[in-house]
Structures are given as structure tokens and as C-alpha cells.
Nanobody, 125 residues
């Protein structure tokens, strides 16, 4: 029942910053968890960050902790991913997803119910 649309991807130099947005249409409730995943060519889908819709508790992969920040604007039904100090290995298609049950494993893509189409992030050296 939730549609997700990502935006904000593009090309950036190593060390630079980029901000991704994920706009959700449809009903969102406090129990939902919104997450960001990424997938690079030849690699599996990787957890990046997640946030509880209600309360705002956040979770990060070790690889991005301290560099990326996930946030939400409940009035706009939008989740953001602020990416700083970008590295070439951050290059991937970034997808937004929603997990209807916050008690599920937030870092497992199989636990998410809805997915956006993804936005490409390319970090050049």
C-alpha cells in the first residue's frame, strides 16, 4: 500500500557529499521502519541505514557509520540519507524500502515489504 520514489542520486567526487530523498505515498504508521539499501555490480544487496517512523531511532551499517545520516520528515512522508565523505566503494544503486514490522530484522532486505526503483550514486576518484 506504500509507493516509494527515490531521488537525489548523481555523480560526485570522492570526499564529497550527496543527499538522497525517498518520498512515500500511501499510509505510513508509527510501527513502520524505513530503510536504505544499496547494490553495486557484482555484489549483493547491502544494508545501509534504517529509521523507525515513530520515535526516529536509527540504525547504520558499520561501513557507513559516522559518514551517513538517515532522517525523516513525517509531515512530508519523506526519508533522507545524507552521505558525507563519500568513497568510490559507495558507488551503487541506492533503494529505499519499508518494513511494516519494526520488530523484524532491520538489516535484512527480505524483511522489507515495499521497495522503490532506486537511484544511482557514482563516486569518482
Amino acid at each position: 500500500q506504500v509507493q516509494l520514489v527515490e531521488s537525489g542520486g548523481g555523480l560526485v567526487q570522492a570526499g564529497g557529499s550527496l543527499r538522497l530523498s525517498c518520498a512515500a505515498s500511501g499510509r505510513t504508521v508509527s510501527s513502520y521502519v524505513m530503510g536504505w539499501f544499496r547494490q553495486a555490480p557484482g555484489k549483493g544487496r547491502e544494508f545501509v541505514a534504517a529509521i523507525r517512523w515513530g520515535g526516529g531511532r536509527t540504525y547504520y551499517a558499520d561501513s557507513v557509520k559516522g559518514r551517513f545520516t538517515i532522517s525523516r520528515d513525517s509531515a512530508k512522508n519523506t526519508v533522507y540519507l545524507q552521505m558525507n565523505s563519500l568513497k568510490p566503494e559507495d558507488s551503487a544503486v541506492y533503494s529505499c524500502a519499508v518494513n511494516k514490522d519494526y520488530s523484524s530484522a532491520y538489516d535484512q532486505p527480505g524483511q522489507y515489504n515495499y521497495w522503490g526503483q532506486g537511484t544511482q550514486v557514482t563516486v569518482s576518484s
